[in-house]
C-alpha cells in the first residue's frame, strides 16, 4: 500500500466515525423533545377587539414543550372565558393575564382602567378631536387656551394621556376618521382636577402622539414659577437744598494803609 492509500483510508475512518456521532446526538435530542413534558396554551382563535368578553369560540389550545412556553402564559380555557380583553387579538396571539382583565360591574370599560387612575369624559367637536382621526388606544397631549391679562395663552396641562374610548367605543377595530362628540381619557385624580379646571377656565385641544413617541413634554404644572414683578419706587425724599455762599466785604487797616477784602461766610 502506498503512502496516498493510507491517508485516504484513515480519513475515511475519522469521517465515518465523526458522521456516527453526529447521528447519535441528533438522535438523542429528538428523544429528549419527543420525551419532554407538554402544556396546554391559549391563543386567539379569531381576531378580538379591545374590550369584548371572551366566550370559547374566540379562544383555541395548542400543546408546547414546557421549555417553550411563554412565561406568564394562560394555559386553560377557564383562566380566559369571560375575562375581558384589555388590548387587540389578533390571529394566533398567544393569551397573557397581563393582557386579560375581570370584568367590572356591568360595564367592560371599567375592567380597562388601570389601578389607581380613573376615566375622565370630556366633550370635543371635529376640531378638538383631531378631525375624527382618534381611536381608543390612542395617547394625546392635552393643550388649554385661556385669556391671561387680555391676552390668549396656551399651555400644555397633560401629556402622553390614554384614550379609553370614543364616544360609546372602546374597540379600536375601525382604523377610519369619524366624527365624534366626546372621548374618555384615563388620568389619575390630580390629572382629573386639572383638566376639569381647564375646561371650565378655557378651550381645550388634543394633539394626537405616535404610539412610538414616549417623549416627556414639560406641562405646565412642572414649570418653574414665573419670578414676581418688583416695581421701581422713585426715592421722593427732598434733598437739602444747596449751601449758597455768601461774600462780604471786610476794610482791613494796616497802619496808614487801607485794604478792601471779600470773604466768604
Known sequence: MNKNTIIFITMSLVFGVGAVLIAKNWLNDSQKELTEAQVNIVMAAVSIPTGTILTAKHLSLKVFPKSMAPDKAVQSLAEAIGKVAKNQFYLGDIVRQ?????QGDGSYLASLIGEN????????????????????????????????DGKPTTEVILSNINILAVDQRA??????PQLVRAITVEVDLTQAEILMSARRSGYLQLALRNPIDDEPVVIASEKPAAEPKVDVVAD?????APKIRQRQ?????????????QVDI
Open 98 to 102: 397581563e393582557r386579560l382583565a375581570k
Open 117 to 148: 387612575m380613573r376615566a375622565i369624559t370630556i366633550r370635543v367637536n371635529d376640531v378638538v378631536g383631531v378631525a375624527g382621526f382618534l381611536l381608543p388606544g390612542n395617547r394625546v397631549d392635552i393643550l388649554n387656551t385661556y385669556q391671561q
Open 171 to 176: 374597540s379600536s377595530g375601525e382604523n377610519k
Open 236 to 240: 421722593i425724599t427732598p434733598k437739602p
Open 249 to 261: 466785604r471786610v476794610e482791613l487797616i494796616r497802619g496808614v494803609r487801607q485794604q478792601t477784602v
